[in-house]
T-cell receptor, first 110, second 114 residues
Framework: GEDVEQSLFLSVREGDSSVINCTYT??????LYWYKQEPGAGLQLLTY?????DMKQDQRLTVLLNKKDKHLSLRIADTQTGDSAIYFC??????????FGQGTELSVKP | GAGVSQSPSNKVTEKGKDVELRCDPI?????LYWYRQSLGQGLEFLIY????????KSGLPSDRFSAERTGGSVSTLTIQRTQQEDSAVYLC????????????FGPGTRLTVT
């Protein structure tokens, strides 16, 4: 079946890099996504990667995809306090529905 | 429109009452999704509309839940005889069409059943 797993918490210091990891089970997923959710807010699409790519860079964000191990990661360079939020990994399922992980709460300490 | 909008932003209801939640997708977006975010279950898919096709209702948790989309735009999610376990944030998302993959989410409706 479809399942997406993430670690629940990550704490880093301002200026450090953050790496949030995710594993998924559906090898037929065409797209994988990272969404950000700030307190009391909806989900903001941060970035995505197509399944035939192994890396995508977008400013401070780097997405790495290891399709063999079904492992996805999001690296945030020079993490700022404004990056504190919950980050959700998601895979695209049948008819485009998204299957989400539990979310990783990123805490950035000054 | 500027983005996906949802109303109300917060709803408190008594157990057993019916509620209606509304979603206005981005103008021109033909695909519309409802999701639910709760402490126990995380983020889960509920229902999907694409144009005039029959909706995919595979995620609806019980027959107390239903949704419609009138005129291919606004959608209403209805929960009948609400239960405490229905308390959650209900999120709506839209995308331009089935082939376009980015889904844009609204701010959600926080439903509390007392």
């Amino acid at each position: 079946g479809e399942d997406v797993e993430q670690s629940l918490f990550l704490s880093v210091r301002e200026g450090d890099s953050s790496v949030i990891n995710c594993t998924y089970t559906d090898s037929s997923s065409t797209y994988l996504y990272w969404y950000k959710q700030e307190p009391g807010a909806g989900l903001q699409l941060l970035t995505y990667i197509f399944s035939n790519m192994d890396m995508k860079q977008d400013q401070r964000l780097t997405v790495l995809l290891n399709k063999k191990d079904k492992h996805l990661s999001l690296r945030i360079a020079d993490t700022q306090t404004g990056d504190s939020a919950i980050y959700f990994c998601a895979e695209r399922g049948v008819r485009g529905k998204l299957i989400f992980g539990q979310g990783t709460e990123l805490s950035v300490k000054p | 429109g500027a983005g996906v909008s949802q109303s109300p932003s917060n709803k408190v209801t008594e157990k057993g009452k019916d509620v209606e939640l509304r979603c206005d997708p981005i103008s021109g977006h033909t695909a519309l999704y409802w999701y639910r975010q709760s402490l126990g279950q995380g983020l889960e898919f509920l229902i999907y509309f694409q144009g005039n096709s029959a909706p995919d209702k595979s995620g609806l948790p019980s027959d107390r839940f239903s949704a419609e989309r009138t005129g291919g735009s606004v959608s209403t999610l209805t929960i009948q005889r609400t239960q405490q376990e229905d308390s959650a944030v209900y999120l709506c998302a839209s995308s331009r069409d089935r082939g376009v993959h980015e889904q844009y989410f609204g701010p959600g409706t926080r439903l509390t059943v007392t």
